[in-house]
């Protein structure tokens, strides 16, 4: 059986990070005894864990989906009784009340030590943005992805051509909320695009985010730089942006 504490809270924090940093959440324990279980959870999230330690390992079995490979203690070894959290590339959906337990050997108990609240500072014109697709030339271009796209995005081909700059996005988690940007560019620079906020409810497989038709856009484009006649699947450049 596994008891849990009542004391009072040992420790809160306040932590404020802008979106795409790396942030720290600190927790640690006083006893001076070794920590078997380390325990962070949010309880907005339900049962479910930001992150979980035990058996001298990380346990993703009954993590929070939006969490898996994006968090980590700062010591693997927990020196000290240090048990801090290390969430990286934050996101504005990050920002909550943290709750750090911990089980020391010989005891039964999980205990609460330390409530950290999370601020992430909403986007602004000095944040900027993700490039969740990108494709230039008549090609993707994965490398210019950040790292939480690679593998889960794509396009329709030509979409210059045909005018349907819709972006599929599988394995979508809370995290992927935000404010998305549609644009298009041409050689001479000039830029059109559309913007909006995509909030994501529970899991679903996949989610298609559509743009609409772009004849006008393309009209436009053409207005402004008269030397690009018709932009073809060669010309300009199509992406997707995330802040």
Not at 55 to 61: A, I, Q, V
Not at 77 to 84: A, L, T
Not at 120 to 128: A, I
Request: glycine share 6%.
């Amino acid at each position: 059986m596994i008891l849990f504490a009542s004391e009072p809270l040992r420790h809160e924090a306040k932590v404020t990070a802008k979106p795409g940093e790396d942030v720290i959440l600190p927790c640690r324990s006083a006893e001076n005894k070794p920590v078997i279980v380390v325990q962070w959870r949010r309880p907005d999230l339900g049962s479910q864990y930001v992150l979980l330690y035990r058996d001298n390992r990380l346990d993703p079995g009954n993590q929070y989906p939006s969490y898996r490979n994006w968090v980590s203690l700062q010591d693997r070894q927990m020196k000290d009784g240090d048990v801090s959290l290390v969430l990286k590339d934050v996101a504005t959906t990050d920002a909550g009340r943290y709750q750090c337990r911990v089980q020391n050997e010989g005891s039964f108990e999980r205990k609460l030590i330390s409530t950290v609240q999370l601020e992430v500072l909403p986007p602004g014109e000095s944040f900027p943005f993700w490039k969740v697709h990108v494709h230039q030339n008549g090609s993707d271009r994965p490398e210019q992805q950040n790292q939480r796209y690679r593998t889960r995005t794509s396009m329709n081909e030509d979409p210059l051509g045909t005018g349907d700059l819709s972006l599929t996005l599988r394995r979508p988690t809370q995290r992927d909320s935000g404010l998305y940007s549609c644009g298009i560019r041409a050689f001479s620079g000039n830029e059109r695009g559309k913007t909006f906020y995509l909030k994501v409810k529970g899991q679903p497989a996949s989610l298609c985010l559509t743009a609409e038709p772009l004849s006008v856009l393309l009209t436009v484009l053409c207005l402004l730089s008269m030397d690009i006649p018709r932009l073809g699947p060669t010309r300009g450049h199509q992406h997707w942006q995330r802040r």
